[in-house]
C-alpha cells in the first residue's frame, strides 16, 4: 500500500491540524514568491543578525541590488555560482538575486577542504564564487586546482550593527588578507557595480527548471550536485506550514541550521521567507550562544539535529530560562534515539514549553523533510507521517516490488519537492529516479524503512555505508581515498563509532606500507595531510594503526567486524 496523509483513515485524523491532503503551489521563482511576500509584510523583520533586524521591504532591495550586481560582473540564466558562505544575510541576497537573473545558487560548506571546494566547482561548472573574507585565503589555494572567472568577497561587519561592525572589523576582520587578485571584489564595489545595470533584467523562470544545487552523496556515497527546482523548495514551504499545526506568519524561527544544508536552507530559511516570518541567522553554532540566543530572542520555532538536543541538554546554559514562548521544535538530518527524545522531551516540560519534539525525515534529494510525527500523536521510534501530496512506499531492495505492513524495505517516494536529478551521473540518476507501472517517478532513499498499517514510517538504517556525525554525511569511502593517498599509507577503513555529543564520529584503521613505523610524529602528519583534504567535521576524531585489516571471502576489507 502507497501512503500520504490522503490514504490515513484514523478518528484522530480530523484533530490533525486540519492538515490538507492537497496544497496548491506557486508557479511563481523562489524569488518572486518570497518577493509577493515582502510586498505584503514590508515592515516586519525578514531577518535577525546578531542583533540586526533586516525588514521584508530592505531584503527585498538587497535582492535587486544583488541580481543586478550579479548581471554586472557576467552571470547569465542558466549559470551556477558557487556561494560558500554561512548563515549571513549577503547568502539570503545571493540565493534569491540569483534566482531573479535565472542564475543557480550552488551552496557548499565554508569550512570544506580546498580539495573539496575545487570538486565542488568543477562538478557544478561554476566560474563564479561568493564567499567571506575569512576564506579568501583558502580560495587562493583552490584556485591553483580550479581558476575561476570573478570571486566576491563579502564581509560580515557590512551587515553588522553599530558598535558591533567596528568590533569587527578591529578585532577580526583586519587580520585576514587584503583582497589583491585581479578577479576579485569586495562586496561593497561588487554591489556599487550593479548600480549601472538600468534595464530589465529579470526572468520569469519555469518553476520545474533548476534554481539551487545542493550537495550529497546519494545512495553510493560519491558527492554529487543535485539539482533542485524552484517548485521543489516552494512545495516545500507551503508543505511545512502546513505540518506545524501553529500559524508561521509573523513566527521566528531560530535559523542555526546551515544554508548549504536541505533542513537549513529549505525549512529555516525559504519556508519563513515565504510564509511571512522571521528568520533569526546565526552564522556559528555553539552551544552558549544558542542558548543566550534562545533566551533573547525567545523565537517559536527551532529545528536542528540529534546533536544539538543532546547538547542543549547536557549543559546548564538554559537553567531557569522559559520556554513557553515555543510552537515547534522539529528534528531532523539524523535519527533520534528513544532515550534522547525521552530527555528532550523532559528538558522542555520542565522549561515551560507546551510542545514535545518532533521527529522527522528528509534527504536532500526531496530538498529535506517529507515526513514528520504528528504534534497530537506518537509512535515510539517513528520518523512520522508523508507531507502533503508525499506519497511514501516499502519495496523490496533492488526492485519495485511493495512489501507488505510491517516488512522491511527501502523506502521510496515521490511528491512535488523530489528532485530534478543529480549533475553529470545519469547512471545513477536512472537507479535512483525509477518510473514505477503507476507511471510516476519514485525516488529509491537508499534507507531501509518499514511501515505500519496507519501509514507511519520508521527509519531502520541505510543499505550503503554512511556516517552521520553532527547531522552532516560523512561517506566512509571517500576518506579512505584520501587517507591511502598519503606516502606512509598501504590501506585504510572508516566507520562510525557511537558517540554521546555528535551521535557518531569517524575512526580510521590504517596499514603503513613496508618501512613505516607507528610514531608520533607520523600520525601528526597523517592528521595534517587530512586536514588539507577532508572537511573539519569529516576529519577522523581516531587513528588506529594495526598491523593488517579483517576481509571478506573476496579479499573486501571486513568493515562490519571492524564496527
Not at 42 to 66: N, V
Not at 172 to 188: D, G, I, M, Q
Not at 236 to 265: I, N, S, Y
Not at 270 to 294: D, E
Request: proline share 6%.
Amino acid at each position: 500500500m502507497t501512503f500520504n496523509l490522503e490514504n490515513v483513515a484514523t478518528p484522530w485524523l480530523s484533530h490533525y491540524g486540519e492538515v490538507p491532503f492537497h496544497l496548491n503551489y506557486s508557479d511563481s521563482s523562489m524569488a518572486d514568491t518570497v518577493l509577493d511576500t515582502a510586498a505584503a509584510n514590508p515592515d516586519f523583520p525578514a531577518l535577525s543578525f546578531m542583533g540586526r533586524k533586516i525588514p521584508y521591504k530592505r531584503m527585498a532591495a538587497e535582492i535587486d541590488r544583488t541580481a543586478r550586481a550579479f548581471h554586472h560582473i557576467g552571470v547569465r540564466p542558466g549559470m551556477r555560482v558557487l556561494v560558500c558562505m554561512p548563515n549571513v544575510p549577503q547568502a539570503i541576497y545571493c540565493l534569491y538575486g540569483l534566482n531573479r537573473i535565472g542564475a543557480i545558487a550552488s551552496m557548499v560548506h565554508p569550512l570544506s577542504a580546498i580539495g573539496e571546494i575545487a570538486y565542488y566547482l568543477r562538478e557544478a561548472e561554476c566560474d563564479y564564487a561568493v564567499t567571506l573574507d575569512q576564506f579568501y585565503a583558502k580560495f587562493l589555494e583552490v584556485q591553483q586546482e580550479y581558476p575561476l572567472g570573478r570571486l566576491v568577497i563579502a564581509k560580515v561587519s557590512d551587515e553588522l550593527p553599530f558598535p558591533l561592525s567596528i568590533i569587527q572589523k578591529v578585532l577580526t576582520e583586519r587580520k585576514f588578507p587584503k583582497v589583491k587578485a585581479s578577479n576579485a571584489l569586495y562586496w561593497t564595489d561588487f554591489i556599487k557595480g550593479g548600480e549601472a545595470v538600468k534595464e530589465d533584467i529579470f526572468v520569469h523562470k519555469d518553476p520545474l527548471t533548476e534554481a539551487v544545487v545542493l550537495f550529497s552523496g546519494g545512495t553510493t556515497g560519491v558527492t554529487k550536485g543535485i539539482m533542485l527546482s524552484d517548485l521543489n523548495f516552494n512545495a516545500l514551504a507551503r508543505q511545512t506550514e502546513a505540518m506545524c499545526h501553529e500559524t508561521v506568519r509573523h513566527a521566528k524561527m531560530l535559523a542555526a541550521m546551515p544554508v548549504f544544508h536541505g533542513f537549513g536552507l529549505g525549512v529555516c530559511i525559504h519556508t519563513m521567507m515565504v510564509c511571512g516570518g522571521t528568520s533569526i541567522l546565526v552564522p556559528r553554532f555553539n552551544v552558549k550562544s544558542y542558548a543566550q540566543l534562545i533566551k533573547k530572542t525567545r523565537p517559536n520555532f527551532i529545528a536542528g539535529v540529534p546533536t544539538l538536543f543532546e547538547a542543549i541538554t547536557r549543559n546548564r546554559y538554559l537553567d531557569g530560562a522559559d520556554l513557553s514562548c515555543l510552537k515547534g521544535v522539529f528534528s531532523g538530518g539524523d535519527s533520534l534515539t528513544i532515550e534522547l527524545k525521552k530527555k528532550f522531551d523532559k528538558f522542555l516540560a520542565e522549561h515551560n514549553a507546551s510542545v514535545r519534539v518532533r521527529e522527522g525525515y528528509g534527504t536532500t534529494e526531496c530538498v529535506t523533510a517529507c515526513c514528520l510525527t504528528p504534534y497530537n500523536k506518537e509512535k515510539e521510534g517513528s520518523i512520522g507521517l508523508p507531507y502533503p501530496d508525499t506519497y511514501f512506499k516499502i519495496c523490496k531492495v533492488g526492485s519495485q516490488e511493495e512489501v507488505p505492513f510491517g516488512e522491511e524495505g527501502e523506502i521510496c517516494l515521490t511528491g512535488p519537492s523530489r528532485m530534478i536529478g543529480y549533475i553529470h551521473h545519469e547512471e545513477e540518476n536512472a537507479a535512483t529516479l525509477q518510473t514505477h507501472p503507476d507511471g510516476h517517478i519514485w525516488l529509491h532513499t537508499g534507507d531501509l524503512g518499514v511501515m505500519d498499517e496507519e501509514g507511519f514510517v520508521y527509519f531502520r538504517q541505510r543499505i550503503k555505508r554512511m556516517i552521520v556525525t553532527s547531522g552532516y554525511n560523512v561517506y566512509p569511502s571517500q576518506i579512505e581515498n584520501i587517507l591511502e593517498g598519503h606516502p606512509a599509507v598501504q590501506r585504510s577503513c572508516v566507520i562510525g563509532v557511537p558517540d554521546p555529543y555528535k551521535m557518531q564520529k569517524v575512526k580510521a584503521f590504517l596499514v603503513l606500507k613496508d618501512g613505516e613505523h607507528d610514531t608520533p610524529e607520523l600520525r601528526e602528519d597523517i592528521m595534517d595531510y587530512c586536514k588539507k583534504h577532508i572537511a573539519k567535521y569529516a576529519l577522523p576524531a581516531e587513528i588506529e594503526i594495526r598491523d593488517s585489516l579483517p576481509t571478506t571471502l573476496v579479499g573486501k576489507v571486513a568493515y562490519t567486524k571492524l564496527q
